[in-house]
T-cell receptor
């Protein structure tokens, strides 16, 4: 079974631009979560989608948004990029809709560099 | 909100045991997770423990949970150079669908 895939793997943008990152979950997984990883802040939760609905959102500005499609693939978008948005963006998928056990499987990440 | 703390660095000799520690604040956490991240890669789920367990063993990995002290540890027996990586403790917070990660412990295995 294929793992979580993320595209692109690397991206370079300039301040003020916008970017869209894509994530394909493991087949059969309906939940997709996004995390931002930076050396200073570590791993921080962005949002989670389940069945095309955003179920949970972290503490990020409105410039960060996402969506999920009917095939469970998800995209996240960052508008008006800032230097501080440079990070590794990780996507994780999970099978269970149950709230007690959330075994998440991570993709390799998209490395975004903002110049 | 949830706060998860880990020490930043650990060095061990090849063949020795490694113990990585984690403390958390939310006592309602039901499952607690350990992830491994190798350079340039995403996170790999290593193991997890349910909060009503004290210990879980999985081959070279042993997870110990002290729920009273909110302390979680990961022991790696017979540590190999391939175990060099960053290890993250992760605890569900808010809804269980949101994981709060520790800062990660950089494990260096010396030959």
């Amino acid at each position: 079974k294929a793992g979580v895939t993320q595209t692109p793997r690397y991206l370079i943008k300039t301040r003020g631009q916008q970017v869209t990152l894509s994530c394909s979950p493991i087949s059969g997984h309906r939940s997709v979560s996004w995390y931002q990883q930076t050396p200073g802040q570590g791993l921080q939760f962005l949002f989670e989608y389940f069945s095309e609905t955003q179920r949970n959102k972290g503490n990020f500005p409105g410039r960060f948004s996402g969506r999920q499609f009917s095939n469970s693939r998800s995209e996240m978008n960052v508008s008006t990029l800032e230097l501080g948005d440079s990070a590794l963006y990780l996507c994780a998928s999970s099978l269970s809709a149950a709230t007690s056990h959330n075994e998440q499987f991570f993709g390799p990440g998209t490395r975004l560099t903002v110049l | 909100g949830e706060d998860v703390e880990q020490s930043l660095f650990l060095s061990v000799r090849e063949g020795d045991s490694s113990v990585i520690n984690c403390t958390y604040t939310d006592s309602s956490s039901t499952y607690l997770y350990w992830y491994k991240q190798e350079p340039g890669a995403g996170l790999q789920l290593l193991t997890y423990i349910f909060s009503n367990m004290d210990m879980k063993q999985d081959q070279r990995l042993t997870v110990l949970l002290n729920k009273k002290d909110k302390h979680l540890s990961l022991r790696i027996a017979d540590t190999q150079t391939g175990d060099s990586a960053i290890y993250f403790c992760a605890v569900p917070s808010g809804s269980a669908r949101q994981l709060t990660f520790g800062s990660g412990t950089q494990l260096t295995v010396l030959p």
